[in-house]
């Protein structure tokens, strides 16, 4: 299972757009699809369809999909399910990814968790799950205001 934000994509162009007050969540996401590519999540992803269903958990809104799917398949990611949060879901995105985690282990087992958030890689670990922590995709001065829109929000 693979997250989207910070994992494979690259947030930092449009992280400034939620941290003004208020938060820009519509400019947020309307430059998702115009996000770089990050060429380590790139790597996994290829190197885990090899041997494994992909299944991508991301934290976007589900009025994202087409943006997200289009720009998935445009840079080259494998193909495989996508999991995305209602659009009204403001869950921390903790809840909302084991909730999905443990829903999908029911079908088969979950290989491996890729994810940037400190909180979904603790609890994923301590719920049993394989994770491979994404640290690759932020620095540490944009990490606390996606981690704060993850968390606290419900955003992504």
């Known amino acids: ?3 989207v934000d910070a994992t494979l994509s690259d947030t930092s162009k449009r992280i400034h757009f939620i941290e003004r007050k208020p938060k820009d ?6 430059h998702a699809k115009e996000d770089a590519v990050l060429d380590e999540g790139l790597a996994v992803a290829t190197t885990l369809a090899a ?3 992909i299944v991508y958990l991301t934290g976007r809104p589900e009025r994202l999909r087409r943006d997200t799917v ?4 445009d840079n080259g990611f494998p ?3 996508m999991y995305m949060r209602s659009n009204t879901d403001r869950r921390p995105s903790v809840a909302v990814k084991l909730y999905r985690l ?3 282990s029911r079908e088969r087992p979950v290989a491996v968790l890729v994810d940037d958030d400190v909180k979904v890689c603790d609890a994923a670990e301590k719920a049993g799950y394989t994770v491979m922590r994404a640290d690759w995709g932020l620095d540490a001065e944009t990490q606390p205001t996606l981690f704060e829109a993850q968390e606290k ?3 992504t």
Not at 25 to 30: C, G, H, K, L, V
Not at 70 to 73: F, I, P, S
């Open 1 to 3: 299972m693979l997250d």
């Open 25 to 30: 969540w519509d400019s947020f996401f309307a």
């Open 51 to 53: 041997d494994h269903e």
């Open 70 to 73: 289009k720009w998935l398949k």
């Open 79 to 81: 193909e495989g399910r």
């Open 102 to 104: 443990k829903e999908l």
């Open 153 to 155: 929000e419900g955003r």
